[in-house]
């Protein structure tokens, strides 16, 4: 098994790296505007779980899932040559909802105070 800081200091090198091979590499237009936003590796160091978003919002996840899928072998390949590992991880590719999920809280938020404010304004106290 492997240190949890080793462990960490391996995902990130992974997100830095696929980010920056997504940037040069990939021609795959399923791909385009595709962020890295985390990667998880379990302690047997069998698969790394890399989690994306994009800037159209999960309306593109399935496209840009199966798009990493088709060069899967191609970005294990290239990651394994940046990163010496004795074995490189496999790949499994997630959505991210994070930021879709905060939009969504801050328009919320904007509504109700929205929603208070002309409450306060017509108050019969003021």
Not at 80 to 99: K, Q
């Amino acid at each position: 098994m492997v240190a949890k800081t080793r462990l960490s200091r391996i995902a990130d090198r992974i997100r830095e790296e696929l980010s920056e091979i997504l940037i040069q590499n990939v021609q795959d237009p399923r791909l385009a505007g595709v962020s890295i936003t985390d990667v998880t590796v379990d302690r047997e160091l069998a698969f790394a779980d890399v989690y994306f978003s994009s800037l159209e919002g999960s309306a593109r996840a399935d496209e840009i899932v199966e798009g990493f899928r088709h060069a899967q072998g191609f970005l294990r390949s290239e990651l394994s040559h940046r990163i010496e590992l004795r074995v490189f991880p496999r790949l499994r590719f997630h959505w991210d909802p994070t930021f879709e999920r905060a939009e969504r809280i801050e328009r919320l938020i904007s509504t109700l105070h929205n929603g208070e404010t002309p409450a306060i304004e017509d108050s019969p106290h003021d």
